[in-house]
């Protein structure tokens, strides 16, 4: 049995103050941190392979439809802007294309042929890593597209939510996040996305910082794109050039960056 599927351990919701509906989903909530602490050991593991296949010239894929495929884009959209890398480094595949991150196409996630279609499109290869992402653990479009990468020899990972699943057969290393019933019976974008959500924020973190796109605990690559990015930058190359203000105003400005702006502090 699916656990994703199970009955809500809550009854007659719709009885329920605001009050109680949501000190009740906050309990549930509070069980999402031990399930991916317990599960730690599998994260380190795919995150030391991830980093692996990058340091040799690969690239991480992120397959997986819904709520699962949308966490996966949030995941790969945010690594340029955060660590300053580029756009085809984390890439993530959803069922039913770009159209699917705004509006709901359930149904593309049937097509079992469809993700080694996407992910032939960027030309995979044995050098990346291609993580499945299924709440579920049963996805026809994720498992589809991991058998053919097994196939072609192609290492696979996977996030879900449901020990003794179809995924964890096709996956070289599975992590599986056991936060129990949701709220809302079956509500997967609750207890089993934040579950991915916080797994995926610590892979790609970690890999990050292990391939040196973080000084310390900064943001040295981030883009600085506004107002309140350049006040941060400004701010890292103070604490860390223990300079002023404006002189790291005007290393930013004339660098162009924060990490330049730092490497070039004592020449200026």
Partial sequence: MKVTESQSLYNNLETMSFNE?????????????????DVIPHITKLSEKIYQQIKSGGRLFY??????????????????????????????????????????????EDNNHQAWKDLKKHNINKKDIVIGISASGT???????????????IYTGSISCNHNMEINNVSNLSIILNVGPEFLTGSTRMKSGTAQKMTLNMLTT????????????????????????????IKMICEICNTSKIKAEALLKKYGNIRLAIKNFKHD
Avoid: W
């Fill in 139 to 153: 996805t026809p479009y994720v498992i589809g597209g991991l058998k053919e990468c097994q196939k072609n020899k």
């Fill in 63 to 108: 397959i997986g439809s819904g709520t699962s495929g949308r966490l996966g884009v949030l995941d790969a959209s945010e690594c340029p802007p955060t660590f300053g890398v580029s756009n085809d480094l984390v890439i993530a595949l959803i069922a039913g294309g770009d159209d699917a991150i705004r509006s709901a196409i359930e149904a593309a």
């Fill in 206 to 233: 970690s890999v990050m910082i292990k391939l040196g796109y973080v000084m310390d605990n900064k943001m040295i690559d981030m883009h600085i794109k506004n107002k309140k990015l350049k006040e941060r930058g």
């Fill in 21 to 37: 509906i949501l000190y009740s989903i906050n309990k549930e909530d509070q069980k999402i941190a031990q399930a991916v602490h």
